[in-house]
């Protein structure tokens, strides 16, 4: 039974566009009692692989934690193979607000000791415990109230792209370093202040207001779901934002805008920006923020002892890397000397500058289209290459892609298609079409045709 991937990432993003397929990006969190995280991992990863359900999960004794992107079509029966789970009834899945098909290309799920790294001693509070929920419109008002104090619980990285208006944005790198700070920052608020917090999907507030409870605070509220689930309320209910910026998220688009709001900068020049990056270095994977300028000059690097890097050899930046435990990291977080234009400590309340508005998230250039069929036969003397329509129709006049691991990717112009055997305009699914293709193509290339 297959229990782990088989297809490369680079593998998958050619499937997923080539199903043409509509997916969902979403994340849900629940605490319970799991017996054997195992079995329950190997359960899951059945179920979901069946339903091509992408992500990153982990699984511990005390619950999951799960960031996907599930196929619209399937989003139905995927919740049922979550609702077959008693713990997991009625769970609120958090959709993302910008979609990308391409968010996960993988379904990683990981038996860990704990579904989040909090560093906390569960045995020293009651996890039960925990903080009031509040709605995105009820976290508005709370957030009027000037005997509040809100605090943002996610890493600094992920503050400076965007956060609540009047956040306490603690200067940390992880989780676990934020709770003691803030315990000692607001040790004289415990009584009478309103401590309100939030992260991203909700599940590291879980913890925090269950620990600052313990440690004395009366009055202790979390946003639920989010900032995920708070930008969809927004969007829904028609809500002023008190977030400005970017939300970062954990899968390949790095981030969903909430506002137009521009806050950061380029960490390499300084410019306005808050679209984050992994450094191209393998060895390196910093995650920073860097414009598109730089990006280009840069060709994505951090440093030029990156940029150096990556054009030797690949035996050479192996060796390299070699006993430096990074290169295998989803990212590497933290601060580097090569970075001037990032900062710590307190964040702009105010833009830098307005986003403008795209189309595609992540910003590449992508020729729009569709897959029609497969090559069954090619003519090397004739140059003529058979194909079945599978999908769509062809047309004499169409701009097509053939596309291989051999061939490559080969652009053509059709002047004159013969479908079934004569010569004819167009050809339906299910048509064997052959037409001249000056290239050598191999059986099972895909055609496609392109549209613009
Ligand atoms: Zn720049
Ligand atoms: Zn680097």
Known sequence: MQ????????????????????????SFYAYAKIQDPQKFRNDLFIAWNALDALGRIYVAHEGINAQMSVPAENFEAFRETLEAYDFMKGIRLNVAVEQDDHSFLKLTIKVRHKIVADGLNDDTFDVTNIGVHLKAKEFNE??????????????????????????????????RESLPIINEQLKDYKEDKNLVMYCTGGIRCEKASAYFKRQGFKNVYQ????????????????????????????????????????????????????NHTNCENDGCHLLFIQCDECKAAMENCCSTECLEIIHMPLVDQVRLRT??????????????????????????????????????????????????????????????????????????????????????????????????????????????????????????????????
């Open 142 to 175: 709370i957030l009027d109230d000037p005997n509040t104090i809100v605090v943002d619980f996610r890493n600094h990285y992920e503050s400076e792209v965007g956060h609540f208006k009047g956040a306490i944005t603690p200067d940390v790198e992880t989780f």
């Open 3 to 26: 229990l782990y991937n088989t297809l490369s990432a680079e593998e998958r993003a050619i499937m997923i566009d080539d199903a043409g397929k509509q997916r969902l990006t979403l």
């Open 223 to 274: 946003l639920e779901g989010g900032i995920i689930n708070y930008a969809k309320q927004l969007k829904e209910e028609g809500l002023e934002s008190k977030f400005i910026g970017k939300n970062f998220v954990f899968d390949n688009r790095l981030g969903e805008r909430i506002t137009d709001d521009i806050i950061s900068q380029c960490h390499q020049c300084g410019k306005p920006c808050d």
């Open 323 to 452: 006993g430096k435990q990074v290169g295998n990291k989803v990212f590497r977080k933290g601060k580097s000397e090569n970075l001037k234009f990032k900062h710590s400590g307190d964040l702009p309340e105010t833009a830098l500058a307005t986003a403008q508005k795209q189309a595609d998230i992540r910003q590449k250039i992508k020729v729009k289209k569709v897959l029609l069929g497969k090559a069954e036969h090619y003519y090397v003397k004739a140059q003529v290459g058979q194909f079945t329509v599978e999908n769509h129709e062809l047309n004499s006049g169409d701009k097509i892609l053939i596309s291989g691991p051999t061939t490559g990717d080969q652009e053509l112009v059709l002047d004159k298609i013969i479908v079934n055997g004569a010569e004819t305009q167009s050809a339906k699914i299910g048509d064997k079409v052959t037409f001249e293709v000056p290239f050598r193509i191999r059986l099972s290339d895909k055609l496609y045709k392109i549209v613009n």
